[in-house]
């Protein structure tokens, strides 16, 4: 039984669940605005994330990203990264899959579709990779 509770609390806070501590209820949230590593060239020929996520909304943002790419983490395919591009791309990686750096923060600028305030969504053909910093959230 011990084992059954253990792999359903695992599989849960794996996917964006919930953990339990003591009498206390966490959500695994991203830490929003993220650590930001670097503004990438990017192209669909020479990625810099392996993993793009789909788009689940008429809306991105850091948040929208990062929330994906922990929901899509699993014990054995933690993701460390989010990234985002063209202004509604988003992508989630396990490391930097190249170093193509040297495009400078102007040319990650695009503002995030339908997002809000002004908060930025990499830009064309530049990619800004964040830090993915899981958190507990108590509800």
């Known amino acids: 039984m011990l084992c ?9 806070t794996a996917q964006g669940g919930y953990e339990v501590e003591g009498a206390s209820k966490y959500k695994i949230v991203p830490q929003i605005p993220a650590p930001f590593k670097q503004c990438y060239l990017w192209y669909r020929s020479s990625p810099v994330l392996e993993d793009e996520m789909p788009s689940l909304s008429d809306k991105m943002s850091q948040e929208i990203c990062a929330t994906q790419c922990i929901q899509k983490s699993t ?47 990499g830009g064309e053909y530049a ?8 958190v507990k959230k108590k509800i």
Do not use: W
């Not at 059954?4 to 849960?12: D, E, M, R």
């Not at 400078?104 to 695009?110: D, L, M, Q, Y």
């Not at 990619?127 to 899981?134: N, S």
């Open 75 to 121: 014990p054995h395919y933690n993701y460390k990264f989010f990234g985002l591009a063209d202004a509604f791309r988003c992508f989630c990686g396990r490391f930097i899959m190249q170093a193509y750096r040297g495009r400078h923060p102007p040319f990650c600028n695009a503002p995030c579709f339908n997002g809000v305030g002004t908060e930025t969504c």
């Open 127 to 134: 990619m800004a990779v964040y830090e993915l910093v899981p």
């Open 4 to 12: 059954s509770v253990l792999t359903l609390l695992v599989l849960l």
